[in-house]
């Protein structure tokens, strides 16, 4: 294998391009972002991923991995690019279609394309078609076809920030090719580099596969955000609730929190909606119990603030998960929003792995503050997301502090 080509240098492409380059292959990143690309050349992620800039340190120096804004002929291409959804939560393959078009003239007999975006059921089949568009001299291979001049398969990231590098490597793999050939050609692949084992399926079934993981993880985070305004109505104290009730040899409901955020979960549910809304009622149910969540908190947050004269009030974290600065589809961000919105206060927030406020909350008269700033000037305090950082804070600090927590950072 000469050269592979990883095409989305994100959370999921470039701690893939780190990891398969120092399993001994050629790996070209590619991204659109020319700042991404110069940060990558320069031996350092543009992400914080524990692990990572000592990887990229180690492969860009011995020219293992290099990155670039511009396709360049390979042995494997790795679509890794975003798949966001558009008004009305439709899935938006754009990205998707925009790679296909740039490796389309690149493709040779024998190569090897492999989506790794998380899509919706049938986005392999409509990138395959995509390379038959733009490549009719090419033979591409069709669904329950065996001929065909190149191999295109599906096989979706299983990873958790903060352990991708880990993951990548030894997670299983669900691998569903456009045909049997397709499918051998990528397990041959992910066998030079991953230690997890490579299940063999069908594209559409690998896709739908990836949706139900998250979908599933969905529907059980909504049952504890939904059981924890359930207790609040009630004078119940949920975090105790589920402790005991997990002593059940036979429950293990999960913590709630401000809602779900990042990539995946927040977002992968609407792709089964999507395809199948008369049937999807229950993954429907719990997107919608999620999404309302942040408003559930400010709503709370308000009341607290009824009694006091202007407060400030601090949002803690406005990553969607604790320890990274990942802010995609954070429910913090959007509980901040709202928060705003109530004009309840004077709003800043706290988050300390980002140095700048997000486009969503610029313009709003919200500042970013440190963690010691929040302890000086906030008269409400707010944890939204459960930084280790916030743990730390001395208990006199938060003295005559009113806090609510909506992420049991406190627990």
Sequence with gaps: MNQISIL????????SAAV???AGMKVVGVDINAKSVETINSGRAHIVEPGLDELLTKVVGNGSLRATTAAEPSDVFIIAVPTPFKEGNVPDLEYVKSAATMI???????????????SPVGATEQLAGWIRDARPDLKVPELDSEEGDIFVAYCPERILPGKVIQEVVENDRVIGGITAESSRRAVAFYKN????????????TAELCK???????????????????ISAKLGVDVYELITLTNHHPR???LQPGTGVGGHCIAVDPWFIVDSAPDEARIIRMAREVNDSKPGWVIEQVRKLAESKVQPVIACMGLAYKPDVDDLRESPSIEAVKLLVDKAVGKVVVCEP?????PGPLNNLGVDLLSVEQVCD?????VFLTAHSQFRNIPAHQLKNKTIFDACGLTK
């Design 211 to 229: 949706l139900s993981e998250n979908s599933f993880r969905d529907v059980n985070i909504a049952f504890a955000n939904e059981l924890s305004m």
């Design 193 to 204: 580099a991953i230690k997890g084992t490579c299940h063999i399926t069908n594209a559409r």
């Design 20 to 22: 398969f380059a120092d």
């Design 377 to 381: 000037e906030a008269d409400i305090i």
């Design 8 to 15: 989305g240098l994100g959370y999921v492409g470039l701690p």
């Design 104 to 118: 389309a003239p690149l493709i040779e007999q024998g190569n090897l394309v492999i989506l790794e975006s998380t």
């Design 251 to 253: 429950v293990n409901i």
């Design 353 to 357: 792995f980002v140095d700048a406020l």
